[in-house]
């Protein structure tokens, strides 16, 4: 009986720290290998390098799997992962580059994914952070979840370009090296191109609790990257921990477009028609991205914005 305890014991400690993990697993950042790629747009030009990758995508763009103008690249190292999304969305860059360059507005879309649960702007030593709650997929208080704080910085901002970043160091359970890159740029037809980077690294802990979790409840999650055939010739798409960045790819992508897309809405609307088109959005591609019914997610996150607001006005 002490020995069936002891497993016991030992199993449920695991199954907490996969659902932790999952939860962090849900943050968007760009770990090293991004990191690099950015270093070499910066020396040919950021502009004109983001400029070239849109007439190299421009065909796929037209036509692809995701049905909108999008591709998406993933990768991973031994000790983390990187998700990347180019797209276009369909807003002039003097529009898009306004938004998305405000600390406040980036905690408008941070709090659309699932496991946000707060997000508010201060200012301290390093300059602008973002202090970020990550939690479950159901109503979670802040203080049963976890706390990551992103250091917010616009890196560049002319008049046909803009880069953010967003830096966390540390999260929870040995996850460290979360980074947040955006960049954009105009293209004809008053649209703008973007590039929307999303990684993390991950320590023995999180290697650990990402083992369980991809051979329990995220066993048959997967994402987007189309790998082969199923036995019925349907599409067989990426498991593992590329399936796990390419979701939350995917999600930060859809909250962006989303946010944008309210700016149209008197403001007092916004809020609501960007809960609303985000999860409309996440519904075209069940297969990944369902985990809910609509009336839950737009109670949670009524509650969660509710708080978050009344936060931010003490």
């Given at each position: 009986m002490l020995r069936e305890g002891k497993v016991v014991a030992k199993r449920t400690s695991e199954l907490k720290a996969l659902r932790a993990v999952a939860c962090a697993a849900a943050l968007l950042c760009i770990g090293?290998?991004?990191?690099?790629?950015?270093?070499?747009?910066?020396?040919?030009?950021?502009?004109?390098?983001?400029?070239?990758?849109?007439?190299?995508?421009?065909?796929?763009?037209?036509?692809?799997?995701?049905?909108?103008?999008?591709?998406?690249?993933?990768?991973?190292?031994?000790?983390?992962?990187?998700?990347?999304?180019?797209?276009?969305?369909?807003?002039?860059?003097?529009?898009?580059?306004?938004?998305?360059?405000?600390?406040?507005?980036?905690?408008?879309?941070?709090?659309?994914?699932?496991?946000?649960?707060?997000?508010?702007?201060?200012?301290?030593?390093?300059?602008?952070?973002?202090?970020?709650?990550?939690?479950?997929?159901?109503?979670?208080?802040?203080?049963?979840?976890?706390?990551?704080?992103?250091?917010?910085?616009?890196?560049?901002?002319?008049?046909?370009?803009?880069?953010?970043?967003?830096?966390?160091?540390?999260?929870?359970?040995s996850t460290r090296d979360y980074r947040i890159v955006l960049e954009a740029t105009p293209v004809e037809d008053g649209q703008t191109f973007i590039r929307l980077s999303y990684s993390y690294a991950y320590g023995m802990v999180g290697q650990l609790a990402m083992r369980v979790y991809l051979g329990t409840i995220g066993r048959n999650k997967v994402g987007f990257t189309v790998v082969g055939k199923e036995a019925d010739s349907q599409p067989q798409s990426i498991g593992g921990m590329r399936g796990v960045v390419e979701r939350n790819t995917m999600r930060y992508y859809l909250a962006i477009d989303a946010f944008l897309g309210a700016l149209s809405a008197p403001p007092k609307a916004r809020v609501e028609k960007s809960l609303r088109d985000w999860f409309a959005a996440t519904e075209s591609y069940p297969r990944q991205l369902h985990e809910m019914e609509q009336s839950e997610y737009l109670d949670m996150k009524r509650k969660e914005y509710s708080r978050q607001q009344a936060e931010v006005m003490k």
């Amino acid at each position: 009986m002490l020995r069936e305890g002891k497993v016991v014991a030992k199993r449920t400690s695991e199954l907490k720290a996969l659902r932790a993990v999952a939860c962090a697993a849900a943050l968007l950042c760009i770990g090293t290998g991004a990191a690099r790629a950015d270093d070499a747009a910066t020396n040919a030009g950021p502009a004109a390098t983001l400029s070239a990758r849109y007439a190299v995508l421009k065909d796929e763009l037209s036509h692809n799997q995701f049905h909108r103008p999008l591709h998406m690249d993933s990768s991973e190292r031994p000790d983390g992962v990187t998700g990347e999304i180019f797209a276009l969305v369909n807003y002039p860059f003097a529009t898009a580059g306004a938004a998305l360059n405000k600390p406040s507005q980036w905690c408008d879309i941070l709090i659309l994914h699932l496991n946000t649960k707060y997000c508010r702007p201060a200012t301290d030593s390093q300059g602008t952070v973002l202090h970020v709650i990550i939690g479950k997929k159901y109503d979670q208080p802040v203080n049963a979840a976890y706390r990551v704080d992103f250091v917010y910085r616009v890196a560049a901002r002319t008049a046909n370009y803009l880069q953010v970043k967003l830096n966390a160091d540390e999260g929870p359970l040995s996850t460290r090296d979360y980074r947040i890159v955006l960049e954009a740029t105009p293209v004809e037809d008053g649209q703008t191109f973007i590039r929307l980077s999303y990684s993390y690294a991950y320590g023995m802990v999180g290697q650990l609790a990402m083992r369980v979790y991809l051979g329990t409840i995220g066993r048959n999650k997967v994402g987007f990257t189309v790998v082969g055939k199923e036995a019925d010739s349907q599409p067989q798409s990426i498991g593992g921990m590329r399936g796990v960045v390419e979701r939350n790819t995917m999600r930060y992508y859809l909250a962006i477009d989303a946010f944008l897309g309210a700016l149209s809405a008197p403001p007092k609307a916004r809020v609501e028609k960007s809960l609303r088109d985000w999860f409309a959005a996440t519904e075209s591609y069940p297969r990944q991205l369902h985990e809910m019914e609509q009336s839950e997610y737009l109670d949670m996150k009524r509650k969660e914005y509710s708080r978050q607001q009344a936060e931010v006005m003490k």
